[in-house]
C-alpha cells in the first residue's frame, strides 16, 4: 500500500475553460494496465467546460451544487448533489455551474491507448448555448 501525496489544486486552463474552474486530481494509473482517471474538479458561478468529447466515455459525480450539462442535439441537463451522469464515447458534451451558483463533480473516466487522446477538446461553449432553457433534470 502506497500513501501518495496530494497534488496541488490546478487552475482549468483557459483553453478549455469558462470562468474559474479547479482541478484536484485523485487517481491516475500506476502500473501498466491501469487506465482509471478520477479527478474533483470545482466551478465557479457561470464556470463550464469546453465542448469536448472522451475517448472511453466519461461519468460525473455531482458532489456539490447544481450542475449544468449541455448536448450537441441542444439539451440542456441539471444534476444535483448524489446524482451520477454518463457520457458514452465519443459524444460531444459539456459540463459546468449554473450562473448562480459554485459546482463540484467527481470526474472519472479511462484512458486511451494514447493519454493524449483521451479527452478531445473542442470550442468553446458559447453563451448563447449556456443560457439555453433546462430541458431535463437527471
Given at each position: 500500500?502506497?500513501?501518495?501525496?496530494?497534488?496541488?489544486?490546478?487552475?482549468?486552463?483557459?483553453?478549455?475553460?469558462?470562468?474559474?474552474?479547479?482541478?484536484?486530481?485523485?487517481?491516475?494509473?500506476?502500473?501498466?494496465?491501469?487506465?482509471?482517471?478520477?479527478?474533483?474538479?470545482?466551478?465557479?458561478?457561470?464556470?463550464r467546460t469546453a465542448?469536448?468529447?472522451?475517448?472511453?466515455?466519461?461519468?460525473?459525480?455531482?458532489?456539490?451544487?447544481?450542475?449544468?450539462?449541455?448536448?450537441?442535439?441542444?439539451?440542456?441537463?441539471?444534476?444535483?448533489?448524489?446524482?451520477?451522469?454518463?457520457?458514452?464515447?465519443?459524444?460531444?458534451?459539456?459540463?459546468?455551474?449554473?450562473?448562480?451558483?459554485?459546482?463540484?463533480?467527481?470526474?472519472?473516466?479511462?484512458?486511451?491507448?494514447?493519454?493524449?487522446?483521451?479527452?478531445?477538446?473542442?470550442?468553446?461553449?458559447?453563451?448563447?448555448?449556456?443560457n439555453t432553457p433546462?430541458?431535463?433534470?437527471e
Amino acid at each position: 500500500m502506497i500513501i501518495q501525496p496530494k497534488p496541488a489544486t490546478a487552475r482549468g486552463p483557459a483553453e478549455t475553460f469558462t470562468g474559474d474552474v479547479w482541478v484536484d486530481a485523485i487517481a491516475a494509473p500506476q502500473t501498466d494496465g491501469q487506465r482509471m482517471v478520477v479527478a474533483r474538479v470545482r466551478f465557479s458561478p457561470g464556470a463550464r467546460t469546453a465542448w469536448h468529447s472522451h475517448a472511453h466515455g466519461q461519468t460525473l459525480y455531482i458532489t456539490e451544487g447544481i450542475a449544468l450539462l449541455g448536448t450537441r442535439d441542444g439539451r440542456v441537463i441539471r444534476a444535483t448533489p448524489g446524482q451520477t451522469i454518463y457520457t458514452p464515447p465519443g459524444e460531444e458534451h459539456w459540463h459546468g455551474a449554473t450562473p448562480a451558483d459554485f459546482m463540484e463533480h467527481l470526474a472519472m473516466l479511462d484512458n486511451a491507448d494514447d493519454p493524449a487522446a483521451t479527452t478531445r477538446w473542442l470550442e468553446h461553449v458559447t453563451d448563447t448555448q449556456y443560457n439555453t432553457p433546462i430541458t431535463a433534470e437527471e
